[in-house]
């Protein structure tokens, strides 16, 4: 399945390594499902001028073992309805990774990507070759590629709505 290439700017670089993705929207509000309040408290601990600064199509950046933790669906929800179109991290929590990965917001593992980025870079995430441009710099770096099944999830807009199209085309 193609995926249509990702372009934004850096919105946001998360740099410290195992980052608990739940700081994002403050672990008193995790359990916040509204997405209009998500979006109001978004990143007001990290950057309280994120939510005025985002817009559709932009990008986070993280370190190594980006989503450690337990983490919870509410802060990327916020995320994903600001409109951030993935995350490129060093490399990711397998449970944070999975289970957004379910959710079809593209999770990208890129090594060196938070040497060769700034934020409000330009960036592309070109599938087709498996490497995040940095327009900005012309570096290009490559990411680790999904497997076939991961890149039908993300074509598909998530695990559930994948499960559904085999139950209407079954592989023969």
Same mark, same amino acid.
């Given at each position: 399945m193609n995926l249509k290439n990702l372009r $934004?700017?850096?919105? #946001?670089?998360?740099?410290?390594?195992? *980052?608990?993705?739940?700081?994002?929207?403050?672990?008193?509000?995790?359990?916040?499902?509204?997405?209009?309040?998500l979006k109001r408290i978004v990143m007001q601990s990290v950057d309280p001028d994120f939510v005025s600064t985002v817009q559709p199509g932009d990008i986070?950046? $993280?370190?190594?073992? #980006?989503?450690?933790?337990?983490?919870? *669906?509410?802060?990327?929800?916020?995320?994903?309805?600001?409109?951030?179109?993935?995350?490129?991290?060093e490399s990711f929590s397998p449970g944070y990774w999975w289970g957004e990965m379910a959710e079809g917001f593209p999770q990208i593992a890129c090594p060196g990507i938070?040497?060769?980025?700034?934020?409000?870079?330009?960036?592309?995430?070109?599938?087709s070759e498996n490497v995040v441009r940095n327009l900005n710099t012309q570096i290009s770096l490559p990411f680790e590629p999904l497997s076939q099944s991961e890149r039908q999830i993300l074509g598909c807009g998530g695990l559930v709505r994948y499960l559904q199209s085999l139950s209407s085309n079954p592989p023969l």
């Open positions: $934004g700017r850096v919105a #946001f670089i998360f740099s410290d390594d195992d *980052y608990d993705v739940d700081q994002i929207v403050g672990v008193k509000n995790i359990r916040i499902q509204d997405e209009e309040e986070l950046v $993280g370190g190594r073992n #980006f989503g450690y933790g337990h983490p919870h *669906y509410p802060p990327m929800t916020a995320m994903r309805a600001l409109g951030v179109s993935c995350v490129i991290a938070l040497d060769s980025v700034q934020r409000w870079d330009q960036i592309e995430v070109v599938w």
